[in-house]
């Protein structure tokens, strides 16, 4: 089984830590988006990352892919049984997908990417503006959801996998959440990012 994409990316990163919490054997190919490589191509037909090759049956989209390795390898399980809980965690997941990931990668993007990546300047209103307006009205939804170590069903799944991956590339950024304002978010997101299946992935190869 082939896992295209740096693990910079918060959505690799989510498929990385599904194969760490399984056990699954992969082999990492950490290229950046819209790489020529014609494998890569083809199994990712937009050229985002990540895109999966296992044994030939080609698939993108971290959401798909998870699915996908839900079912080929079902324990631990990463999404619930009961329809409630399985209704949530797939909320967490799109939320954590089209929410949360486009404001908390902006700092990244700005302080990190542009600079080191892009050869271009970071603006730094944009990183006080994602902190200061846009960030705070999600902080508080989430600290409002958070009761425990986990979201849905007081055990480790999908929903925390997407709600805290781009939480590292805010931390990349060197900004954190403030404990003061929103004490569970902070502490949920630390204990998250400690586990040991995040922490793979956060080592696994950049480029
Ligand atoms: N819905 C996709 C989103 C993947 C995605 O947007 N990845 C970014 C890198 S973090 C990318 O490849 N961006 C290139 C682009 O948007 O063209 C998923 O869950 O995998």
Redesign the pocket.
Known sequence: MKLY?TSL????R?VLVVLAEKGVEVQHVPLR??DPDPRFQAASP?????ALDDDGFLL????AIIHYLERKHPEPAMLPAGAQDLGRAIWFDELG?TELFPVL?KPFVQRVMRPKMMNQPCDEAVVAKCIGEELPRLYDYLEAQIDGDFLVGGTFGLADVSVATSFHNLRLAGETVDAGRWPRLAAYVTGILERPSFRTAIAARQG
Do not use: E, M, R
């Not at 990316?9 to 690799?12: A, L, Q």
């Not at 937009?46 to 990540?50: A, H």
């Open positions: 994409g990316s918060p959505f690799v989510k988006f819209h937009l050229g985002k990352i990540p993108a989209d971290s959401s997908d990668i």
